[in-house]
């Protein structure tokens, strides 16, 4: 192979070399979940400054198409003309706004899991490293020692707690408690005004008919008791 030969195969070489580098560079060195999220929040605040421009612009056509409407009616056909470009305008907005909004939110939720899933890598090799230093069997009797030192803590409060001493009749109680009861309502009906008032007039009398049939059944019950105490 000549010299030339060479030199072109060893400068192709070289520059491939050199290319990938700089490419694997780039890779490495591309920008970070938070440059480009702030990227994107600052394209979504022009994007956002243009629409209001915009919408003012669209305002002022429209203005001016009907200031024109009856006088100048080219003005007023070039005024709606620009205005519909306008529209045209904000409507590609709006649809790149919603873009950027959409990509920005997988973005911040792609840096969220990644945040998250860090922290948790984190935190299981923390346990990890805390339970190497523990022994299960040696947990289980610890276990089993404070169940029984709860079981002995309980029968002392059983045994401090149970009654000694007098004792008393529940039911004697509850009678004095129905006493207690009939008092207080007692006092609620006093405190109310008491039981309602005798009527002051005098009730009506009976008929002469229930007068009389009463009168003859008390004879016949002094007739009936003359007939037995002669039969004794």
């Given at each position: 192979?000549?010299k030339?030969?060479?030199?072109f195969?060893?400068?192709?070489?070289?520059s491939?070399s050199?290319?990938s580098?700089s490419?694997h560079h780039?890779?490495r060195g591309g920008?970070?979940?938070?440059?480009?999220i702030?990227?994107?929040r600052?394209?979504?605040?022009?994007?956002t400054?243009k629409?209001?421009?915009?919408e003012?612009?669209?305002e002022?056509?429209i203005m001016i198409?009907?200031?024109?409407?009856?006088?100048?009616k080219r003005?007023?056909?070039?005024a709606?003309?620009r205005?519909k470009r306008?529209?045209?305008?904000?409507?590609?907005?709006?649809?790149?706004?919603?873009?950027?909004?959409?990509q920005?939110?997988?973005l911040e939720?792609?840096?969220?899991?990644t945040?998250v899933?860090?922290?948790?890598?984190f935190?299981?090799?923390?346990?990890?490293?805390?339970?190497e230093?523990?022994?299960?069997d040696k947990?289980?009797?610890?276990?089993q020692d404070?169940t029984e030192?709860?079981?002995?803590?309980?029968e002392?409060?059983?045994a401090i707690s149970r009654p000694?001493?007098?004792t008393?009749?529940?039911d004697?109680l509850l009678?004095e408690l129905?006493?207690l009861?009939?008092?207080?309502?007692?006092?609620?009906?006093?405190?109310m005004?008491g039981l309602p008032s005798?009527?002051?007039?005098?009730l009506?009398?009976a008929?002469?008919?229930?007068?009389?049939?009463?009168k003859?059944r008390v004879?016949d019950?002094?007739d009936?008791r003359?007939?037995?105490?002669?039969?004794?």
């Amino acid at each position: 192979m000549s010299k030339i030969a060479k030199l072109f195969k060893g400068s192709s070489s070289s520059s491939s070399s050199s290319s990938s580098k700089s490419k694997h560079h780039r890779s490495r060195g591309g920008p970070s979940p938070q440059e480009a999220i702030h990227k994107l929040r600052e394209t979504e605040e022009m994007l956002t400054k243009k629409q209001d421009y915009l919408e003012k612009r669209i305002e002022q056509e429209i203005m001016i198409a009907k200031k024109n409407g009856t006088k100048n009616k080219r003005a007023a056909l070039q005024a709606l003309k620009r205005k519909k470009r306008l529209e045209q305008q904000l409507t590609q907005i709006d649809g790149t706004l919603s873009t950027i909004e959409f990509q920005r939110e997988a973005l911040e939720n792609s840096h969220t899991n990644t945040e998250v899933l860090k922290n948790m890598g984190f935190a299981a090799k923390a346990m990890k490293q805390v339970h190497e230093n523990m022994d299960v069997d040696k947990i289980d009797d610890l276990m089993q020692d404070i169940t029984e030192q709860q079981d002995v803590a309980q029968e002392i409060s059983d045994a401090i707690s149970r009654p000694f001493g007098e004792t008393f009749d529940e039911d004697e109680l509850l009678a004095e408690l129905a006493e207690l009861e009939q008092e207080d309502l007692e006092e609620s009906m006093k405190s109310m005004g008491g039981l309602p008032s005798v009527p002051s007039s005098k009730l009506p009398s009976a008929r002469p008919s229930q007068r009389r049939t009463t009168k003859k059944r008390v004879e016949d019950d002094d007739d009936m008791r003359m007939l037995a105490s002669w039969a004794t």
